[in-house]
């Protein structure tokens, strides 16, 4: 059990360096690259934010409690209490802010003529005061005696206990908090997959400010490995940990703590997985790291050619001194004086 639990830590540390890069890195991009902040941009700063802080926060929590055996969030206390609170709220607002954004792209290829109509800043900044509202609110109701908050030792965190004694918040919170969203992302990725194939077998047009242009067939079917992982990952990452916790809300057979542990663990994987998927894997995104790596590739080569042009003055400095330094080099001096 104990090179179970070592081997468990080692992947939440990679895993929370991970998501924590990730999403610095994207969020390096939106502030070097003007060219990233659309009107929709919000949702995905908002999705970074959430997952940054996740794994900033609440992973290495996890980490050290696995390390020494809980500590105070063992006890169930306050600290316990805020951390599960803090879980949950990230996950939701997490969960819904990639519902949005997918829904922002359904419309995008869905609805390209009225898109400028229907998704708006004010929309969405409107979109974001009710998500963050209702995640806050699902997230409270343990606090006001609608479930609870305990330490799961299996998995070293503290989370909703999922049990015969709180069914019904058991049932609503992974049914309509979980389950409908990433069902609902499912479905609208599988809708744009079967709208881009529409699109691609006759071609179509893309029109901008300036012009519009025909896109070939090859320019959809070259995304559409990224819509279908787009459109199942978080099934598979939710699912394990949904299906567990079904299963200890009806059933009190106990599960396998390797079981809890590699659910947990996909649970916390989606926050590494939903920068590149979501953001880094687009064109856009991609040319704008491809930009920066340019540009800290030449900061650097000129900071090396800089240093080298000051060792070589060193060392012309350095002979000089040195030959000046000769013997005989006054006596020539004087002689031609």
């Known amino acids: 059990m104990h090179a179970v639990l070592s081997l468990f830590a080692t992947i939440m540390i990679a895993t929370s360096i991970g998501t924590v890069g ?9 502030a070097s690259h003007l060219k990233l902040r659309t009107d929709t941009w919000a949702l995905t700063l908002n999705l970074s934010i959430c997952d940054l802080i996740f794994g900033m926060c609440v992973v290495p929590i996890a980490i050290y409690n696995s390390l020494f055996q809980g500590g105070i969030f063992a006890e169930g206390g306050i600290a316990c209490q805020l951390l599960g609170f803090l879980f949950v709220l990230l996950q939701l607002a997490s969960l819904n802010s990639l519902v949005w954004a997918t829904i922002d ?3 995008e290829i869905g609805f390209p003529l009225r898109y400028a109509q229907l998704i708006t800043k004010k929309r969405i900044m409107f979109i974001l005061a009710i998500l963050w509202i209702y995640a806050i609110v699902v997230a409270a109701l343990p606090f006001m005696g609608f479930g609870v908050y305990s330490f799961n030792k299996d998995v070293y965190m503290c989370l909703p206990a999922f049990g015969p ?6 049932v609503l919170f992974l049914t309509v908090g979980v389950l409908v969203p990433i069902t609902g992302i499912s479905i609208l990725y599988l809708s744009i997959i079967h709208i881009a194939r529409y699109q691609a077998k006759r071609g179509t047009f893309v029109c901008n400010d300036q012009h519009c242009y025909y896109v070939p067939i090859r320019s959809y079917f070259r995304n559409t490995l990224v819509l279908i992982v787009s459109a199942f990952y978080l099934l598979v990452c939710w699912l394990p940990s949904v299906i567990i916790s079904f299963y200890e809300t009806f059933y009190t057979s106990n599960v396998p703590v390797i079981a809890k542990m590699v659910s947990i663990w996909l649970v916390v994987l989606t926050s590494t997985l939903n920068p590149w998927i979501n953001s880094l894997a687009q064109r856009n995104y991609r040319r704008a790291l491809r930009e920066g790596w340019r540009k800290l590739k030449r900061i650097f080569e000129s900071l090396g050619s800089s240093s080298e042009r000051q060792n070589d003055n060193n060392e012309r400095h350095l002979n000089t001194q040195s030959q000046q330094c000769l013997p005989g080099h006054n006596t020539q001096t004087l002689t031609q004086t």
């Open 22 to 30: 990730a999403n610095a890195l994207l969020l390096v991009l939106f």
């Open 105 to 107: 792209k359904f419309a």
């Open 165 to 170: 004694s709180t069914t019904a918040y058991s």
